[in-house]
C-alpha cells in the first residue's frame, strides 16, 4: 500500500477509535438512572468559612447571656461594576445574607425583615380565617388567631453596602522569547503576571427605636491574581510543534466579600457586647490577623483610657492597622460603663 493510501486510511480509523472513546461517555438513549451520562466532579459540600468563622463562633458564650435582637436590611452592591463576559454583576448581590449568616455564627439573636413576603401572606391569610393549625379538625372554631405583639421587635437593625472594586490596582509582569538563530531551531516563551484589586465595605448598625447610627465600620480588602505561561516551538523534519502550558488563579472576589463582612460583624458584635479584649482568637490586630502576612510597619498602640467625647466621634477604625475592635473599651474607660459610643445599654 502507498504512503497515500496509508493515510486515506488511517483517518476514518482514528475518527473511529474517538467516536467510541466518546461513546462511554455519552449515549443517545438514557441509563437507568434516566441521565445520557455521568457528570464530572466529585467534590464533597463543605462549610463555607472565613478565617474569622471560628473568632465569630468563639463570642457565642457573650452573646448567649444578653439576648439582644437585630434585623439585617438591605446591603447593597454599590459598586455599579458588571462582569467583563456580560455574565453579570461583579460583585455578589447576596451580601446581606452573608451578614445574616455571620451573625449567626456569633450566636447573635435574629429577627426577620430582609424577606417578609411569606410572613405578610400568612398574616393576611390569618386576617380571613383561612389558615388553621389543626386543618383535620374543620371547627368553627379551628383557625389561627391573630394576637397583639406576637411578633418580637429588632433592638438594632444592620445596614450598608459594598462601596468599592477597583479592578487592577498594580500589576506586574515579565514575559520572554528566546531560541536558536536558524529558521528551524527550537524557540521557546515564558512570562509571569501578578495583578492586585481591591472590595471595600461600609456597615452601621442603627438603633431601631431612635434611628440613631451608632456604630459605623468601614473595611477594604485587597484581592491579588497570578498567570504563569511557558511555550516552546519546534520543527521536527517535516513537521514541527508548538506546545504550551499555563496556570491562572483569582482569590476569589466573593469570598473576600464574606471575609470582610464576617471580620466587620465580628467588630461590631464584640462592642456591642463588650466582650473584654483576648477573651478569644477574636482579638485580631494587625499581627495576629489570619489574613496578614506580616506586622504592620506602624505598629498602634490603642490609648489605656479614651474619654466619652473621643469614643464618640473617632472612626472606629485607626489610621495605620484599622483592625483592633476593642480600642478604648478597657475595663477601666469611662465610655465602656455608658455603652457603645453613648447609645447601647
Do not use: W
Not at 474517538?18 to 451520562?37: E, F, K, N, V
Amino acid at each position: 500500500m502507498t504512503a497515500r493510501g496509508r493515510r486515506f486510511l488511517l483517518k476514518p480509523l482514528v475518527f473511529g477509535l474517538a467516536a467510541m472513546m466518546l461513546q462511554g461517555c455519552i449515549t443517545p438513549m438514557p441509563d437507568s438512572t434516566g441521565r445520557y451520562t455521568t457528570p464530572i466532579g466529585g467534590a464533597p459540600v463543605i462549610a463555607n468559612e472565613t478565617p474569622y468563622s471560628e473568632s465569630l463562633r468563639c463570642l457565642d458564650r457573650y452573646t448567649a447571656q444578653k439576648p439582644i435582637r437585630i434585623a439585617v436590611g438591605q446591603i447593597a452592591d454599590y459598586t455599579g461594576k458588571y462582569s467583563s463576559d456580560s455574565t453579570g454583576h461583579a460583585v455578589t448581590q447576596g451580601a446581606a445574607l452573608m451578614a445574616m449568616s455571620a451573625l449567626a455564627k456569633a450566636g447573635v439573636p435574629l429577627v426577620e425583615r430582609f424577606d417578609t413576603s411569606v410572613a405578610e401572606l400568612e398574616l393576611k391569610y390569618a386576617n380571613n380565617k383561612l389558615i388553621s393549625d389543626n386543618p383535620t379538625a374543620k371547627g368553627p372554631d379551628d383557625f389561627r388567631k391573630i394576637y397583639a405583639g406576637s411578633i418580637p421587635g429588632s433592638n438594632y437593625y444592620l445596614i450598608g453596602g459594598i462601596t468599592e472594586l477597583n479592578f487592577n490596582i498594580r500589576s506586574v509582569g515579565a514575559n520572554a522569547d528566546g531560541g536558536e538563530t536558524s529558521a528551524n531551531g527550537l524557540k521557546g516563551t515564558a512570562g509571569a503576571n501578578m495583578y492586585v484589586m481591591n472590595i471595600g465595605l461600609d456597615l452601621r448598625l442603627v438603633d431601631t427605636d431612635t434611628l440613631e447610627v451608632v456604630d459605623v465600620v468601614s473595611y477594604q480588602k485587597q484581592i491579588i491574581g497570578r498567570q504563569v505561561s511557558i511555550g516552546a516551538f519546534d520543527f521536527l523534519g517535516h513537521t514541527f510543534f508548538d506546545a504550551s502550558v499555563g496556570e491562572s488563579a483569582l482569590e476569589p472576589i466573593q469570598l473576600a466579600v464574606r471575609s470582610v463582612i464576617e471580620r466587620a460583624t465580628l467588630e461590631m458584635a464584640s462592642r456591642l457586647y463588650r466582650i473584654p479584649a483576648g477573651s478569644c482568637a477574636h482579638n485580631h490586630n494587625p499581627a495576629s490577623d489570619p489574613l496578614a502576612d506580616g506586622p504592620y510597619r506602624q505598629p498602634y498602640t490603642p490609648p489605656a483610657r479614651m474619654s466619652t467625647a473621643y469614643a464618640t466621634t473617632r472612626e472606629n477604625s485607626y489610621e495605620t492597622p484599622r483592625q483592633d475592635p476593642y480600642y478604648g473599651y478597657s475595663s477601666d474607660d469611662p465610655a465602656a460603663q455608658s455603652g457603645l459610643r453613648g447609645g447601647i445599654e
